[in-house]
């Protein structure tokens, strides 16, 4: 497809369904609703905010209630029919990951309604100093999209994900058949990716739940929660954290009101904290602890993938510089001390 031809494809599919991607504003790059293709910019290194959040809003209206006499609750599903576009290989390795998360024992329906209903268009990228995707074997993507753009000269390569995706470019657009050569250039393109990352992991990704399950003592907590201001930043551009709070408010006439849930934190104070007022992680290193390990070893036992993406993004966001793939490569080096000791 060429460049032209792609934003003519977006044009189209414009007409009839809501399309999100990626967009300059003040020199940074967000995920917002579009009006037309020359909004989007493809070229871009990972968004402050992932696209989680048109899957799993900010804060969603669960149910509705009634009360009185004749109480009854009605549950509230939204969704509608929406194109993520321009997604990352490792946003798109989120998404999956918070597939399993809310398929899991109880299927979360508003998640899920939400999920069947959008289409994700894909598109590759090149790192910048925080990312570190390829150190957890999320820098390539072979499933969990519907299409997927590889940019080459003189315009783009196309993969065809599943048959929604199929229909989608037979419906708005006009393909052909990409030759040899063309084909060669995703070689090209990967090779010059992977030699461009200037941050990786002194560790193999499989090894990280046994290297955190070691750590838990680690001085180094103690150290990085002196610096931290516990403001939850992490937690908020994260692509795979999920934490919710649940909340009822009632009208001021007593007689209706709504459940919903809101995003929520473990680097937050009140995350942990229960009746009475007892905390079961007080200190900001032990909730940077629990932070740590959720991604690279609880949620790796539970779901049979690391949680963490290394899109880089907490380490971007952090305001006291606290980088993830740093802090990970120091418990490296601090167990291999302790075998050679």
Known sequence: MTKKGLSSFVDNILKDFKVYGPVKKDGFSVYEKISASKELNLLHIPSHLSPKKYLLPHKET??????????????????????LFGIHPCDIHAIKLTDRVFAYGTPDANYLKRREKTIIIGSECMPDKFCFCKSVNTSNIES??????????????????????????????????????EISKLADFKNKKEQSFSIKLDIDPSHLPLLYAGSYNSPIWERIGNICYGCGSCNLVCPTCYCFDVRDEVSSNLKSGERYRVWDGCLLEDFAKVSGGHNFRKTKAE???????????????????????????????CLVNINIAEITNELVKEQEGDRKS
Not at 62 to 83: N, P, S, V
Not at 161 to 181: F, H, P, S, V
Not at 295 to 302: E, G, H, L, T
């Open 287 to 317: 909730r940077l602890r629990h932070r740590f390990n959720r991604k690279s070893q609880y949620q790796a036992d539970k779901f049979g993938g690391l949680f963490c993406v290394g899109c880089g993004r907490c380490s971007r966001a």
């Open 62 to 83: 669960l149910l509705r209630f009634r009360l009185g006499e004749e109480h009854e609750a009605e549950q509230d599903i939204f969704a509608e029919e929406q194109i």
């Open 144 to 181: 969990g999209f519907d299409l997927f753009l590889h940019e080459i000269k003189r315009g783009y390569l196309i993969r065809i994900g599943t048959d929604k995706g199929k229909e989608l470019l037979l419906k708005y657009t006009k393909i052909r058949k990409a030759t040899l050569k």
